[in-house]
């Protein structure tokens, strides 16, 4: 009997061992599982705060960008304004002498110049006036029509008088040019 007790005992521990060992087990990979968790986590939680970081970022870069865009047109300008600063000066230098003449043509010059080196940095930038001229037909894309008049030397809807110049930007409108158009008596 005791042959058969023992085995009897020994049929009992092994179930109770493995079910220690299983325990172990499952006690090792709950554990090695709640790592992977917090290693995942953490991964996660570092990608958002990279993520957030590379949005700020992008968002400071992007209100630079468009803050400093005109830096360079502004800077092609500046010697227009230098031009302009000159001709005041010798105008007022001129105006004391008391040359009217020499003045005028002086003051004349410089305007155009300043009109030139102006009209160079823009067409450099793109921009560039709308060319109108008396009797072109009149187009609602590029001329602002600021009276019709009667007028028989024109065509009806034709261009009369340029008040004030058109100007566009690569393909785009930046002003149209305002202009009277004729109309039928």
Known sequence: MSKHHHNEQSE??????????????????????????????????????????????LEKEKDESIKYASSRFAKDLLPVLDNFERV?????????????????????DGVMLCEKELLSVFKKHGIEKVVVAEGDAFDHQYHQAMCELEDKDHPAGSIIKVFQSGYTHHDRLLRPAMVSVSKKS
């Not at 986590?41 to 970022?57: F, H, S, V």
Request: hydrophobic fraction near 35%.
């Open 88 to 108: 005041r000066e010798n105008s007022l230098a001129l105006q004391k002498q008391g040359d009217a003449d020499t003045q005028l043509k002086g003051f004349v």
């Open 12 to 57: 009992k521990e092994i179930p109770a061992n493995e079910e220690k060992v299983a325990e172990e087990v499952a006690v090792d990979e709950t554990e090695s599982l709640r790592e992977e968790v917090q290693k995942l986590k953490d991964t996660i939680l570092r990608q958002a705060a990279d993520a957030e970081n590379l949005r700020k970022r």
